[in-house]
């Protein structure tokens, strides 16, 4: 979808709050269309992409795997 968007789930180091936020960000980008939102939209994306970031950051904690970690440059390379 978004090629700026890695994996962050199991991998090391582990990802930050804010990488998650940073993703929900690229997400909120992608399917607005806007790179920067008009000011009569700032409020609705900056809640989209706080939200967003709120449930990937929930969904990164509550997975489970018996998997060893990957190496982040593996998975993002």
Known sequence: MCRSIHTLYNVAPAASEEEARAAALQFVRKISGYRK??????????????????????????LETSAP??????VHA
């Open 69 to 74: 970690p990957r190496v982040r440059e593996h």
């Open 37 to 62: 939102p008009s000011r009569a939209n700032e409020e609705a994306f900056a809640r989209a992409v706080e939200e967003i970031a709120a449930i990937s950051w929930r969904l990164l904690g509550e």
